[in-house]
Antibody
Framework: QVQLQESGPGLVKASETLSLTCSVS????????WNWIRQPPGKGLEWIGH???????NYNPSLKSRVTISVDTSKNQFSLKLSSVTAADTALYYC????????????WGQGTLVTVSS | QSALTQPPSASGSPGQSVTISCTGT?????????VSWYQQHPGKAPKLMIY???KRPSGVPDRFSGTKSGNTASLTVSGLQAEDEADYYC??????????FGGGTKLTVL
């Protein structure tokens, strides 16, 4: 049973870069597609992007200019960087696994709340 | 890409059936049989309930079923139980390796 755990600062200043890491245990990261998804307080889910173990990435067009997702297979981790953050980026950030680039998410982390302060 | 459209709320009494719709476009729901449904209880991560329009993962009760017609997918919960009260989100492959979610529906068991 794969497990995912997000980690990173819970508070980021406006205009700075949000950085989070997802640690994967119980399975290898060298397969599947690894995703970041966020959920503003009281609102719905938004897909941020994904990375394959090879390093190939795809991003939500609305965030593409500010997002970078990277993978470290030696540590079984993948990471998110979101630049030039504003209050609108305050959200619960989930890391998650997808079987392939088309389909469903079958495993989720517990989520980590990131608040952007002014 | 815009979010898929779901009704903000739905409700039903225990034992009844309720259907939640998820409307997209011919570029997402209408073009691909990769619609999924997730259940989210307060303070918890989403849980996969339906994938590829109508398939149920192991462990999900057969009270949950999914269908699709044109640009609209639907989730039906039959024999409502108190534990079904939660937020439900649909998602769809949207082409160009993108994933899109619905705005979510709050299901209340009366």
């Amino acid at each position: 049973q794969v497990q995912l755990q997000e980690s990173g600062p819970g508070l980021v200043k406006a205009s700075e870069t949000l950085s989070l890491t997802c640690s994967v245990s119980g399975g290898s990261i060298s397969s599947y597609y690894w995703n970041w998804i966020r959920q503003p307080p009281g609102k719905g889910l938004e897909w941020i992007g994904h990375i394959y173990h090879s390093g190939s990435t795809n991003y939500n067009p609305s965030l593409k200019s500010r997002v970078t997702i990277s993978v470290d297979t030696s540590k079984n981790q993948f990471s998110l960087k979101l630049s030039s953050v504003t209050a609108a980026d305050t959200a619960l950030y989930y890391c998650a696994r997808r079987i392939d680039w088309l389909g469903h998410i079958d495993s989720w982390g517990q989520g980590t709340l990131v608040t952007v302060s002014s | 890409q815009s979010a898929l459209t779901q009704p903000p709320s739905a409700s039903g009494s225990p034992g009844q059936s309720v259907t939640i719709s998820c409307t997209g476009t011919s570029s997402d729901v209408g073009s691909y049989n990769y619609v999924s449904w997730y259940q989210q209880h307060p303070g918890k991560a989403p849980k996969l309930m339906i994938y590829e329009v109508s398939k149920r993962p192991s462990g999900v009760p057969d009270r949950f079923s999914g269908t699709k017609s044109g640009n609209t997918a639907s989730l039906t919960v039959s024999g409502l139980q108190a534990e079904d009260e939660a937020d439900y989100y649909c998602s769809s492959y949207a082409g160009s390796n993108n994933l899109i979610f619905g705005g979510g529906t709050k299901l209340t068991v009366l």
